[in-house]
């Protein structure tokens, strides 16, 4: 019944988002195109590129080798919601909530052929692209 993030996407979205928090610039443009710009980069397989909703307004982004970060005003995480529906069809299940009042969802690599995780804290919309890992460091 219970559908979890594998801990490994955790991860590395804690990582990448952890490490990306001081190389943000400003966006320009449709944030929804941004987004999907990177996950193309990054090995998505979207459903359609194609009528996609536009994101409008301020946001932020970081890019490094892992994949991209984008932050958004927390009242956008209903139109991030739409757009990655539109864009890649159903997340993994239905928004969790998370205990600062936001929501949380994703979207698995074996699904989409890379990891998004988009969420909403008391300030911000996240969506965490992460790019596929192909193996674990060795110890």
């Given at each position: 019944?219970?559908?979890?993030?594998?801990?490994?996407?955790?991860?590395?979205?804690?990582?990448?988002?952890?490490?990306?928090?001081?190389?943000?610039?400003?966006?320009?443009?449709?944030?929804?195109?941004?987004?999907?710009?990177?996950?193309?980069?990054?090995?998505?397989?979207?459903?359609?590129?194609?009528?996609?909703?536009?994101?409008?307004?301020?946001?932020?982004?970081?890019?490094?080798?892992?994949?991209?970060?984008?932050?958004?005003?927390?009242?956008?995480?209903?139109?991030?919601?739409?757009?990655?529906?539109?864009a890649f069809g159903s997340p993994e299940q239905e928004p969790v909530d998370?205990?600062?009042?936001?929501?949380m969802d994703w979207y698995q690599a074996r699904k989409i052929g890379i990891?998004?995780?988009?969420?909403s804290d008391p300030t911000n919309t996240i969506v965490a692209i992460v790019?596929?890992?192909?193996?674990?460091?060795?110890?």
């Open positions: 019944m219970k559908r979890h993030l594998p801990f490994a996407l955790i991860f590395a979205a804690i990582i990448f988002c952890g490490c990306a928090s001081d190389h943000f610039k400003a966006g320009r443009g449709d944030a929804g195109q941004f987004i999907l710009k990177q996950a193309l980069i990054c090995g998505a397989h979207p459903a359609t590129t194609n009528g996609l909703s536009a994101i409008d307004g301020q946001w932020r982004y970081s890019v490094d080798k892992d994949g991209a970060v984008i932050q958004l005003p927390r009242e956008q995480f209903s139109e991030v919601q739409l757009f990655l529906r539109q998370r205990s600062d009042g936001g929501k990891g998004i995780i988009y969420y790019r596929p890992q192909t193996s674990m460091p060795s110890k």
